[in-house]
Each structure stands twice: as C-alpha cells, then as structure tokens.
C-alpha cells in the first residue's frame, strides 16, 4: 500500500468515525498521529473533515455541555476545564456554556446534593456541609452556588 492508498484509507476511516459520534479536531489529531501520520497529513485531513463538515467544533461543544451536564451531572467548571484540555476556542466553549439555563443547572446541583447527603455520614451539620461542599466542589460546581446552597440547608 502507497502513503497516498494510506492516506485515503485513514481518511475514510476518520470519517466513518466522525459520522458515528461527534469528535472534536484534537481528538482526532491525535488519533491520526497514533495511527502514524505527520502532523502534515494529520492537518490535511483535520482541515478536510472541518470542510466538509464532519468536524465542527461549535457543534461539539453544545453536545459536549449538554451531555456532561444532563447525564453525568457535571458543573459548568468541570465542563469548562475539559473544554479547555480538548482545546475548544474559548468563544465557543462560552457559547456552549451558556446554553445551560440557571434554574435547571441550580435544581440539578440540590438534587445532587440531596442524593448524596442520603449516603454521607456526618457527625454533625459543620461535618456534613463541608462533605457535601467538598463533593460538589468535585462534580464542578461553583463555590458560592454551593454556600448558598448549603446555607440553607434544612437541620
């Protein structure tokens, strides 16, 4: 097989992959460079994909965000810090991010917080709501949401 039979056969293979799911350019840079192509090759085909539309950033963001946030409850800082480890412009990762409304994203951090204060174990309410801070501080929520949050906390 010739580079150039190698590279139209990586090339329909990055697009069957884009075509079930959606990819961002990093991911699929780097999948290219552990297929072995040149950072070379790996832009002509990233700058393809981007052409003709199987690659579009924007529109991975939006899923992205949606996804972390309706299904593994994460909050907008973790979302925001994995946007940026995938090297999303930050324009569109501030789009993207703001397509979570604030009375959703306020009632899913109490639901998560009420589901997990069943599992903690606390000796007292200082206990408790530092356990619980510390453990949406982990899914990526805002501090202060969370103070608020905790400050009106029923005993």
């Known amino acids: 097989m010739d580079e150039?039979?190698?590279?139209?056969?990586?090339?329909?293979?990055?697009?069957?992959?884009?075509?079930?799911r959606e990819y961002c350019v990093s991911e699929i840079h780097d999948k290219l460079i552990a297929w072995g192509l040149s950072e070379k090759e790996s832009s002509l085909i990233t700058d393809r994909l981007k052409k003709e539309?199987?690659?579009n950033e924007e529109r991975?963001?939006?899923s992205f965000v949606k996804d972390k946030f309706r299904y593994n409850k994460w909050?907008?800082?973790?979302?925001?810090?994995?946007?940026?480890?995938?090297?999303i412009?930050?324009?569109?990762?501030?789009?993207?991010?703001?397509s979570i409304d604030s009375d959703t994203y306020r009632k899913t951090l109490e639901d998560v917080l009420s589901a997990h204060r069943r599992?903690?174990?606390?000796?007292?309410t200082y206990?408790?709501?530092?356990?619980l801070m510390r453990y949406g501080l982990s899914k990526g929520f805002e501090s202060q949401l969370l103070y608020d949050i905790?400050?009106?906390l029923d005993e």
């Open 89 to 98: 412009p930050s324009t569109m990762a501030d789009l993207a991010m703001n």
């Open 75 to 87: 909050g907008r800082v973790k979302i925001a810090a994995h946007l940026r480890v995938k090297k």
């Open 4 to 20: 150039n039979e190698l590279f139209k056969s990586l090339l329909n293979r990055v697009m069957a992959l884009c075509a079930s």
């Open 60 to 62: 991975y963001a939006v």
């Open 127 to 131: 206990d408790l709501k530092g356990k």
């Open 150 to 152: 905790l400050n009106n």
């Open 53 to 55: 539309n199987f690659i």
């Open 119 to 124: 599992t903690v174990k606390a000796r007292n």
